[in-house]
């Protein structure tokens, strides 16, 4: 099984986190299952962040548009699945309206996750931005009713700091813990922290719980949530429904329109 990660995020200048993406993906994957991870276009962002940028709708807009691409390019190739590795989850009602393979969003696979593993979890972002848009995201799954909270670290990090928490954990570790330890006092059996590299230096570190409380996985959720669609396709011929939601528009229609 081929699967295609596409991060929202440059990975040119994150190479301790793509380290730690593929370290993750050999030990949550079945054996056999390979990788391919991909990121954003570092010249469009030039000297900024995705942080510094996203908040702002029409550069989110221009930016995250190149991800339908890559999904198109992703099943060209003859990739598996497709995986949005990002909660800023670009897309994805037109993008899995365009692919016949199965796309993947890593907060909906944490989402679905946590439901079978508490009744009742929070959500941990870096920052005010990410945490106005993690409360839309959990209202467009449906989940606002199991959430007890979305929480953000008390002291907003930026890209720089989580890549060095790679190799100097201890600070976010302190952070995180910080805000989930009142979030599990408060009701939550499982946290979900709701980025990408902060997920990964959990997992490198071992975090699996919080007083008790289950911390999920969440790249290592998309990983086994893609295995198990392309499982649900080819073994039990399940597939993405196409009379409402996600309707696929022709060949011939895409090159009439010249798309």
Same mark, same amino acid.
């Given at each position: 099984?081929?699967i ?21 993906a ?39 548009q ?58 941990i ?11 839309? &995201? ?28 790679? %190799? ?33 230096? &959990?997992f ?9 409380? %289950? ?20 073994? &039990? ?14 060949a011939?229609?895409?090159?009439? &329109?010249?798309?």
């Amino acid at each position: 099984m081929k699967i295609w990660y596409q991060s929202l995020a440059p990975l040119a200048h994150l190479d301790r986190y793509v380290a730690a993406l593929k370290a993750h993906a050999a030990k949550a994957c079945s054996p056999g299952t390979t990788v391919h991870f991909n990121g954003a276009s570092d010249a469009q962002y030039l000297h900024y962040t995705p942080q510094d940028l996203m908040h702002f709708p029409y550069l989110k807009l221009a930016f995250q548009q190149e991800a339908i691409g890559f999904a198109r390019q992703a099943e060209r190739e003859g990739y598996d699945a497709f995986i949005l590795g990002s909660f800023s989850e670009p897309f994805l009602p037109e993008i899995r309206s365009m692919l016949d393979i199965p796309v993947v969003s890593m907060p909906e696979a944490a989402l679905l996750l946590a439901c079978s593993l508490a009744e009742n979890f929070a959500l941990i972002t870096l920052g005010p931005g990410s945490t106005t848009r993690v409360k839309k &995201l959990v209202a467009r799954h449906g989940m606002t009713g199991r959430i007890t909270q979305i929480q953000q670290l008390l002291k907003p990090i930026d890209e720089a700091e989580l890549d060095a928490a790679f %190799t100097d954990p201890a600070p976010l570790l302190a952070r995180f813990a910080e805000v989930a330890e009142p979030a599990v006092g408060t009701g939550a059996d499982a946290i979900i922290p709701a980025e990408g590299v902060l997920n990964e230096v &959990l997992f490198a570190n071992g975090v699996h719980s919080i007083g008790r409380a %289950t911390v999920v996985d969440c790249v290592g959720a998309s990983f086994i949530h893609a295995e198990m669609l392309v499982a649900a396709k080819q073994r &039990l011929g399940m597939g993405v429904g196409r009379r409402w939601a996600y309707p696929k528009p022709s060949a011939e229609l895409l090159a009439e &329109l010249k798309l």
